[in-house]
Protein backbone atom coordinates (compact mmCIF):
# COMPACT_ATOMS: atom_id res chain seq x y z
CA UNK A 1 0.00 0.00 0.00
CA UNK A 2 1.54 3.74 -0.66
CA UNK A 3 1.76 6.60 1.60
CA UNK A 4 -0.90 8.39 -0.68
CA UNK A 5 -3.79 5.58 0.57
CA UNK A 6 -2.13 5.19 4.22
CA UNK A 7 -2.57 9.12 4.17
CA UNK A 8 -5.59 10.18 5.94
CA UNK A 9 -7.13 13.89 5.33
CA UNK A 10 -7.66 15.77 8.80
CA UNK A 11 -7.92 19.43 10.24
CA UNK A 12 -5.79 20.92 13.33
CA UNK A 13 -8.02 22.63 16.22
CA UNK A 14 -6.77 22.84 19.59
CA UNK A 15 -3.16 22.32 21.19
CA UNK A 16 -2.79 22.05 24.70
CA UNK A 17 0.62 21.55 26.80
CA UNK A 18 0.27 18.51 28.93
CA UNK A 19 2.35 18.96 32.63
CA UNK A 20 5.16 16.32 31.41
CA UNK A 21 5.92 18.94 27.94
CA UNK A 22 3.74 16.71 25.74
CA UNK A 23 1.79 18.40 22.92
CA UNK A 24 -1.92 16.98 22.85
CA UNK A 25 -3.46 18.33 19.58
CA UNK A 26 -7.27 17.52 18.57
CA UNK A 27 -7.90 16.91 15.04
CA UNK A 28 -11.21 16.27 13.40
CA UNK A 29 -11.16 13.63 10.58
CA UNK A 30 -14.03 13.87 8.06
CA UNK A 31 -16.64 11.91 7.89
CA UNK A 32 -15.94 9.98 4.25
CA UNK A 33 -12.36 8.84 6.59
CA UNK A 34 -14.16 7.24 9.54
CA UNK A 35 -13.91 3.68 8.45
CA UNK A 36 -9.98 4.20 7.30
CA UNK A 37 -9.37 5.80 10.43
CA UNK A 38 -10.95 2.97 12.44
CA UNK A 39 -9.20 0.14 10.30
CA UNK A 40 -5.89 1.84 10.23
CA UNK A 41 -5.92 2.92 14.45
CA UNK A 42 -7.61 0.21 15.88
CA UNK A 43 -6.34 1.01 19.46
CA UNK A 44 -5.55 3.71 21.75
CA UNK A 45 -2.32 5.16 21.58
CA UNK A 46 -0.88 3.72 18.55
CA UNK A 47 1.60 5.96 17.19
CA UNK A 48 0.82 8.01 14.17
CA UNK A 49 2.58 10.30 11.65
CA UNK A 50 1.52 14.09 11.13
CA UNK A 51 2.54 15.91 7.95
CA UNK A 52 0.85 19.40 6.63
CA UNK A 53 -1.17 18.23 3.18
CA UNK A 54 0.80 21.55 1.18
CA UNK A 55 4.68 21.05 2.86
CA UNK A 56 5.55 24.37 0.56
CA UNK A 57 3.12 26.51 3.00
CA UNK A 58 5.03 26.00 6.20
CA UNK A 59 8.59 26.54 7.52
CA UNK A 60 10.58 23.90 8.18
CA UNK A 61 12.12 22.36 11.54
CA UNK A 62 15.26 23.59 12.59
CA UNK A 63 17.69 20.70 11.63
CA UNK A 64 20.23 22.45 14.38
CA UNK A 65 18.32 21.62 17.35
CA UNK A 66 19.34 19.32 19.84
CA UNK A 67 17.17 15.87 20.16
CA UNK A 68 16.01 15.07 23.42
CA UNK A 69 17.02 11.74 24.97
CA UNK A 70 15.18 8.90 24.96
CA UNK A 71 17.09 5.95 26.46
CA UNK A 72 15.36 3.99 28.90
CA UNK A 73 18.25 4.15 30.82
CA UNK A 74 18.29 7.34 31.16
CA UNK A 75 16.92 9.10 35.14
CA UNK A 76 14.90 11.18 32.77
CA UNK A 77 12.49 8.38 31.89
CA UNK A 78 12.37 7.19 35.34
CA UNK A 79 12.08 10.47 37.00
CA UNK A 80 9.84 12.27 34.22
CA UNK A 81 7.41 9.46 34.43
CA UNK A 82 8.53 8.98 30.72
CA UNK A 83 7.93 4.76 30.59
CA UNK A 84 7.02 4.80 26.74
CA UNK A 85 9.86 1.61 26.65
CA UNK A 86 7.68 -0.26 29.24
CA UNK A 87 4.78 0.69 27.71
CA UNK A 88 5.66 -0.35 23.72
CA UNK A 89 6.72 -3.72 25.68
CA UNK A 90 3.09 -4.18 27.31
CA UNK A 91 0.99 -3.18 24.52
CA UNK A 92 2.63 -5.94 22.28
CA UNK A 93 2.95 -8.45 25.34
CA UNK A 94 0.03 -11.06 26.08
CA UNK A 95 -1.43 -9.07 28.73
CA UNK A 96 -4.06 -7.53 27.65
CA UNK A 97 -5.48 -10.85 26.52
CA UNK A 98 -5.76 -12.84 29.00
CA UNK A 99 -9.17 -13.27 30.83
CA UNK A 100 -7.83 -12.63 34.10
CA UNK A 101 -6.90 -9.41 33.12
CA UNK A 102 -10.17 -8.18 31.00
CA UNK A 103 -11.75 -9.16 35.08
CA UNK A 104 -9.79 -7.49 36.91
CA UNK A 105 -9.98 -4.41 34.46
CA UNK A 106 -13.87 -3.95 34.99
CA UNK A 107 -17.17 -5.87 34.70
CA UNK A 108 -19.09 -6.91 31.77
CA UNK A 109 -20.80 -3.98 32.35
CA UNK A 110 -18.09 -1.69 31.75
CA UNK A 111 -16.69 -3.38 28.62
CA UNK A 112 -20.60 -3.10 27.11
CA UNK A 113 -21.05 0.54 27.40
CA UNK A 114 -17.12 1.02 26.11
CA UNK A 115 -18.08 -0.92 23.03
CA UNK A 116 -21.30 1.02 22.81
CA UNK A 117 -19.41 4.59 21.99
CA UNK A 118 -17.28 3.31 19.59
CA UNK A 119 -17.18 3.17 16.12
CA UNK A 120 -18.84 -0.19 14.21
CA UNK A 121 -15.88 -2.20 12.99
CA UNK A 122 -17.49 -2.40 9.74
CA UNK A 123 -17.90 0.78 8.21
CA UNK A 124 -16.56 3.06 11.18
CA UNK A 125 -20.07 4.62 12.17
CA UNK A 126 -22.63 5.22 14.97
CA UNK A 127 -26.44 4.75 13.93
CA UNK A 128 -28.17 3.99 17.40
CA UNK A 129 -29.56 6.92 19.22
CA UNK A 130 -29.42 5.95 23.62
CA UNK A 131 -32.81 6.98 25.14
CA UNK A 132 -31.22 8.39 27.90
CA UNK A 133 -28.57 10.56 26.57
CA UNK A 134 -29.93 10.96 22.90
CA UNK A 135 -26.06 10.18 21.55
CA UNK A 136 -24.95 8.16 18.86
CA UNK A 137 -23.87 4.83 19.74
CA UNK A 138 -23.00 1.15 18.08
CA UNK A 139 -24.57 -2.09 19.15
CA UNK A 140 -22.84 -4.55 21.72
CA UNK A 141 -22.70 -7.56 19.02
CA UNK A 142 -21.74 -10.64 20.32
CA UNK A 143 -18.99 -12.93 18.52
CA UNK A 144 -20.80 -16.74 19.62
CA UNK A 145 -18.08 -19.77 19.08
CA UNK A 146 -18.53 -23.53 19.36
CA UNK A 147 -16.94 -24.87 22.30
CA UNK A 148 -17.86 -22.24 24.79
CA UNK A 149 -21.15 -23.46 25.51
CA UNK A 150 -24.57 -23.59 23.86
CA UNK A 151 -25.96 -21.83 20.89
CA UNK A 152 -27.27 -19.42 22.94
CA UNK A 153 -24.47 -18.65 25.46
CA UNK A 154 -22.90 -15.36 25.20
CA UNK A 155 -19.23 -15.56 26.30
CA UNK A 156 -17.85 -12.40 28.79
CA UNK A 157 -16.37 -9.59 26.93
CA UNK A 158 -17.31 -11.38 23.57
CA UNK A 159 -18.39 -8.13 21.87
CA UNK A 160 -17.40 -6.09 18.95
CA UNK A 161 -18.82 -2.48 17.93
CA UNK A 162 -21.66 -2.61 15.33
CA UNK A 163 -23.94 -0.04 13.98
CA UNK A 164 -27.59 -1.32 13.93
CA UNK A 165 -27.54 -1.55 9.98
CA UNK A 166 -24.12 -4.21 10.08
CA UNK A 167 -25.18 -6.00 13.02
CA UNK A 168 -29.19 -6.51 12.20
CA UNK A 169 -28.93 -7.12 8.49
CA UNK A 170 -25.54 -8.27 7.96
CA UNK A 171 -24.42 -10.42 10.94
CA UNK A 172 -27.63 -11.60 12.33
CA UNK A 173 -29.66 -12.00 8.93
CA UNK A 174 -26.70 -13.34 6.88
CA UNK A 175 -23.99 -14.39 8.93
CA UNK A 176 -20.81 -12.91 9.71
CA UNK A 177 -19.20 -13.75 5.88
CA UNK A 178 -21.45 -10.97 4.52
CA UNK A 179 -20.77 -8.71 7.19
CA UNK A 180 -16.68 -9.09 6.31
CA UNK A 181 -17.34 -8.82 3.03
CA UNK A 182 -19.32 -5.87 3.88
CA UNK A 183 -16.18 -4.18 5.54
CA UNK A 184 -13.68 -5.35 2.58
CA UNK A 185 -16.33 -3.70 0.21
CA UNK A 186 -16.41 -0.20 1.96
CA UNK A 187 -12.50 -0.17 3.26
CA UNK A 188 -10.19 -2.07 0.40
CA UNK A 189 -9.52 -0.93 -3.13
CA UNK A 190 -8.91 -4.67 -4.37
CA UNK A 191 -11.98 -6.22 -6.43
CA UNK A 192 -14.68 -8.22 -4.85
CA UNK A 193 -13.92 -11.97 -4.19
CA UNK A 194 -15.31 -14.74 -2.71
CA UNK A 195 -15.38 -14.77 1.01
CA UNK A 196 -14.78 -17.82 2.91
CA UNK A 197 -16.68 -18.51 5.68
CA UNK A 198 -13.18 -19.47 8.21
CA UNK A 199 -12.17 -16.13 6.77
CA UNK A 200 -14.94 -13.55 8.23
CA UNK A 201 -14.90 -16.12 11.29
CA UNK A 202 -10.68 -15.02 11.71
CA UNK A 203 -11.53 -11.81 11.00
CA UNK A 204 -14.45 -11.51 13.99
CA UNK A 205 -12.05 -13.24 16.18
CA UNK A 206 -9.46 -11.10 15.55
CA UNK A 207 -11.31 -8.14 15.74
CA UNK A 208 -12.75 -9.39 19.22
CA UNK A 209 -9.74 -9.61 20.91
CA UNK A 210 -8.80 -5.74 19.64
CA UNK A 211 -11.76 -4.57 21.19
CA UNK A 212 -11.49 -5.74 24.35
CA UNK A 213 -7.42 -5.23 24.44
CA UNK A 214 -8.19 -1.73 23.09
CA UNK A 215 -10.92 -1.44 26.10
CA UNK A 216 -7.86 -2.73 28.71
CA UNK A 217 -5.90 -0.27 27.26
CA UNK A 218 -8.02 2.52 27.80
CA UNK A 219 -9.83 1.73 30.76
CA UNK A 220 -6.69 0.67 33.03
CA UNK A 221 -5.33 3.41 31.99
CA UNK A 222 -7.95 5.93 33.29
CA UNK A 223 -8.31 3.48 36.55
CA UNK A 224 -4.54 4.40 37.37
CA UNK A 225 -5.54 7.87 37.15
CA UNK A 226 -2.99 8.75 34.03
CA UNK A 227 -3.47 10.36 30.88
CA UNK A 228 -0.79 8.41 29.30
CA UNK A 229 0.53 4.81 29.35
CA UNK A 230 4.12 6.61 29.00
CA UNK A 231 3.69 8.19 32.23
CA UNK A 232 2.47 4.89 34.36
CA UNK A 233 5.86 4.26 36.71
CA UNK A 234 6.08 0.07 36.28
CA UNK A 235 6.12 -0.07 39.96
CA UNK A 236 2.44 1.48 39.73
CA UNK A 237 0.85 -1.24 37.37
CA UNK A 238 3.17 -3.76 39.09
CA UNK A 239 1.21 -3.28 42.13
CA UNK A 240 -1.70 -3.32 40.66
CA UNK A 241 -1.40 -6.43 39.07
CA UNK A 242 0.01 -8.25 42.19
CA UNK A 243 -3.67 -6.73 44.00
CA UNK A 244 -5.33 -8.46 41.63
CA UNK A 245 -3.19 -11.78 41.08
CA UNK A 246 -2.21 -11.25 37.46
CA UNK A 247 1.52 -10.04 37.87
CA UNK A 248 2.73 -13.34 36.36
CA UNK A 249 1.55 -12.23 32.81
CA UNK A 250 3.12 -8.80 32.72
CA UNK A 251 6.12 -8.59 30.39
CA UNK A 252 9.14 -9.09 31.73
CA UNK A 253 9.95 -5.10 31.52
CA UNK A 254 7.86 -4.70 34.57
CA UNK A 255 8.26 -7.80 36.82
CA UNK A 256 11.95 -7.38 36.40
CA UNK A 257 11.31 -2.86 37.35
CA UNK A 258 10.99 -4.32 40.84
Not at 176 to 196: C, D, G, H, I, M
Request: proline share 4%; aromatic share 10%.
Amino acid sequence: MTDELMAIAGTRRSAKEMADGTLRVAVDIEPRDKARFHALFPEIDMPIAIAPMQLGRYPAVSQDAPEKETGTDDAHNYFGKQYGAQAKALRLSSFFRTPEVWRAVGSQEDFTEWVQNQGCIVCGMQDYTGMDSGESKCEAAHVRRAGESGTSFKADYALVSMCHEHHRHAQHDHGETKAFREYLRLNSNAPERLVTEQEAKDWFNKKRIETVRAWCWDALKTKLGYDSWAEISPIVLSDWAEKNAVFHYLPHEYQDFQ
